[in-house]
């Protein structure tokens, strides 16, 4: 399916099941794999970003089984058995950054490399701290591949210049096996799934306000379950926002506070969104999603809140282009180190749809509410978030528009368009 058309949409009714959380289905294979056990996983994406995940630990020598579909089982007892690996991480930078922690502080080499889009992005911010922490790292300009010779390394006291869940990840999973107190702060609170788990696991880590701090720890195994990906439902609790007459539920939602920056923001856009059903599973917060068609209006984005809906902005600016007055993003100048500069990709193709966007060094401003006049064709720039959010673009859109390489949004969310044609009438 490389070219999609969508066409305006009339409204969206009912209710889904949102595909598993790509963050914390990362996490869980890659802990998993550190167990030296047995640990399964129910609710596991396969998104083609965690199934290059699940290829890496297979590499390091576990055994994968899948149990159903999105249920694996994964026997860890020979892993690390070998001392050198090649691993393919595909597109996946949560890969590349985390599994760069853990090949450097274990007595192991590894090339860790990657697609086109991959070997352009930054991995300085990787590569610093681990360098300070003595890993020995070959990289071309601070690029992929990265040729890593593990080894034993030294605690860091290190401060993030900029709030990111991988860098810091990356420095956890490297203190994990380091002795001494391996400590990290940043400036905002970004994701704090690591966190989570590796305490679920049994790991000594502590956080207090924006700092963590991890000793050397044996994990011990633990089944997981997975809740649903908040940054996929984002692509509906928008086109519920803007589509008149909607009104649709979202079940089994993540709902862990360093995640729900889209909710405080629709809020305070004027959307109606309701809580139902809270529960805590594998010591992440969860619950189904309500979405009514409101009005809405612009507002301002930036600061702290920015680390928690940082992969959900693309589709914020959809949305603003339907909500009446002005809404500024500020701050979010990392956007444009994603799968795509998503500030410059994201303004162009919003603009040759009809919308008044202008781009700014850190972010966009946008004035609504504006008919998206669409009939044309735009590129998602290999970027599946992109993708994504022009779907919901398309369904406001007076003409059709064509998606380019649709086939992007596997990266993370197979079942997009199954779900999506499931509430559209
Ligand atoms: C992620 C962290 C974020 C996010 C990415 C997934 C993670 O990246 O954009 O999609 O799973 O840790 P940064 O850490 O670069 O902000």
Known sequence: MPNKKVSKALSLKGSIVIPPDKSISHRSAMFAALTNGCVEVENFSTGADCLSTLNIIRTLGCEVEFIEEKHIKINAKNAFKNTS??????????????????IASRNIEAKLFGDESLSKRPMKRIITPLELMGAKIKHDHYRAPLFIQGRELFPIDYKLPIASAQVKSCILLAGLNTYGETKV????????????????????????????????????????????????????????????NSEIIIKNVGLNHTRTGIIDVMQKMGADIEILNSDKICNEEAGDIKITYSDLTGTTIEGEIIPRLIDELPVIAVLATQAEGKTVVKNAQDLR??????????????????????????????????????????????????????????LISQEPIVINDFQWVNISFPEFESLMNRLTC
């Open 85 to 102: 690996y090649n691993l393919d991480c595909g597109n996946s930078g949560t890969s590349m950054r985390l599994f760069s922690g853990i």
């Open 185 to 244: 702060t940043e400036p905002h609170i970004s994701r704090d799934h690591t966190e989570r788990m590796l305490k679920y696991f049994g790991a000594d880590i502590t956080t207090d306000k924006n700092t963590t701090k991890i000793k050397k720890s044996t994990l011990v195994p633990r089944n997981i379950k997975i809740c649903g990906d908040i940054s996929s439902a984002a692509f509906f609790m928008a086109a519920a926002a803007i589509v008149p």
């Open 337 to 394: 180190n994603k799968e795509s500069d998503r500030i410059k990709c994201l303004v162009s193709e919003l603009q040759k749809l009809g919308a008044q966007i202008e781009e700014t060094p850190d972010g966009f401003v946008i004035e609504g509410k504006q008919q998206l006049k669409g009939g044309t064709d735009v590129e998602c720039y290999h970027d599946h978030r992109l993708a994504m959010s022009l779907y919901v673009a398309g």
